[in-house]
């Protein structure tokens, strides 16, 4: 055990709960400024949108990225699947949504250094609780939605929602909420310096979603703006979900004053975003997705999109990560078995747990939910989606989830090289 972890141990034994949470809270604040101040505090200097939420935040962030592009803006993006910096771009393999303090603040040099007009992050629950991003000043906020995730960190629901909300009690000069979120009421009583704005279907949506359209390939939506402006939205982005996305990221662009026709225009400019509901091969006669749903919420809606969409089965490639929130396991086995045709459990990632109590976990969902008949375990994931390749047939859909556009997964500790994508190309080749 190291010198720092004895005297933190010590100062936890000596001190009590309350009391310990405030010296770590200080100990992180001043830790964050210290590095910032070594950086030259470079996000004083930056006009930062901040998305938070359970769902949807790295794609709402790329439409975003997008439309400020299209209005003749210079950007700087980093999400958990795409890091940019203006138009050099680049996947991010850190695994994470929100790096090391060090690594955010040369994040942030860099931006400034690029002289970018505005800078868009993803920001977690985890990355708001530890105060990563204390030193950098918010001028918008953005919240998706908030579903169950993260339990095994934050306990509970009240105590994500309050992680959640330290983004939104600094009073950003904008805010932007899911206003047919079952949160929003909590998100709702922090006020904006300037201007809030809400999003939704719901009749008293600021910017409300009308008339929406679900295509194969993807999403029509007519958003109507304080009863009077009207955006046709189209996206090669399918699923109701992401017609929430990208209603979002049109909302956060027009309290910025973006003209309504490079809203229209960004919005149609993102062709996909990496581990996203990506199709990752094209012409088998059936469909091979990837995406990253690992949440009950994200599984439920990916299903659902896919079913819609669908002539023929879904078949289902999942898992559940280790390390995590345990209580989700059996909600996500349920929702499979309740939505798709085919389910082949397999692992995902199993981090420093038993990879089979993780499939065990899983199944008790399944089993509740009367999934067992369609339910075939294969815990080695190669193995897996190569048997949901052998069994597609004409005008199926493959969804393999949990893991998007990750290139590694961590199995008992160990880092192995890993992309889902990547392995459906290579089984097909091989094939």
Known sequence: MSIKQKLVNGVRTALPSSAVRKVEETYRRSRVKLV????????????????????????????????????GLKTAMFSTAVIEIAGKRQVNDMNVTVATTQHMQGFFRDARRAHVDYVVLEITSHALHQHKLATVPIEVAVMTNLTQDHLDYHKTMEQYAAAKAKLFATEPKFIVLNRDDSWFDFFDQYPAGAQKITYGEHEEAEARINHVKLYKKGSEATVVIDHQTKLELATAMPGKFNVYNMTAAAAVAYVLGIELKDIVEGVANLEGVPGRFERVVEGLGYDVIVDYAHTPDALEKLLEAAKSVTKNRVILVFGATGDRDKGKRPIMGEIAARLANRIILTDEESYNEDPQAIRE????????????????????????????????????????TGMGHEQYRIVNGERLPWNDGDVVRQILVKG
């Open 36 to 71: 910032s101040a070594r950086y030259g505090n470079p996000a004083r200097h930056l006009r930062v949108i901040a998305v938070t939420g359970t769902n949807g935040k790295t794609t709402t962030v790329n439409y975003i990225n997008e439309i400020l592009k299209e209005a």
């Open 361 to 400: 976990q899983v199944y008790q969902g399944i089993e509740a939910a009367h999934g067992a008949a369609k339910t075939t375990e294969i815990a080695d994931r190669r193995e897996a989606i190569e048997k949901a390749l052998s069994i597609a047939t004409k005008g199926d859909t493959i969804l393999i």
